[in-house]
Nanobody, 123 residues
Framework: QVQLVESGGGLVQAGGSLRLSCAASGRTISSGTMGWFRQAPGKEREFVALITTYGSTYSAESVKGRLTISKNNTKNTVYLRMNSLEPGDTAVYYC?????????????????WGQGTQVTVSS
């Protein structure tokens, strides 16, 4: 079993920054793929970014250059640095884990999900 706890969400003005954190317990994050998804009001959940066992990253086109994923294996924590935030980034952000280490943007491939953290960007 893996437990994921997100933090760092909040209200920010357009152009501002936030850093989301996701602390994992029950399994080391040095193996497996970690990622972030988000769901805006009235929209489907969508892929944001992932980081592999070896530290390779992949981001959705809509967030490239603004949202950056990283991890600290010692702290068993994955981060999402969010810069130049736009109102369109308003959503609940979910941390996810695929213990098989696949490089995938498919929601159903991730076995473990956090409870989500709200990010609201005002214009």
């Amino acid at each position: 079993q893996v437990q994921l706890v997100e933090s760092g969400g909040g209200l920010v003005q357009a152009g501002g920054s936030l850093r989301l954190s996701c602390a994992a317990s029950g399994r080391t994050i040095s193996s497996g793929t970690m990622g972030w998804f988000r769901q805006a009001p009235g929209k489907e959940r969508e892929f944001v970014a992932l980081i592999t066992t070896y530290g390779s990253t992949y981001s959705a086109e809509s967030v490239k250059g603004r949202l950056t994923i990283s991890k600290n294996n010692t702290k068993n924590t994955v981060y999402l640095r969010m810069n130049s935030l736009e109102p369109g980034d308003t959503a609940v952000y979910y941390c996810v884990v695929d213990v098989d280490g696949r490089v995938t943007t498919m929601m159903n491939d991730y076995e473990y999900w956090g409870q989500g953290t709200q990010v609201t960007v005002s214009s």
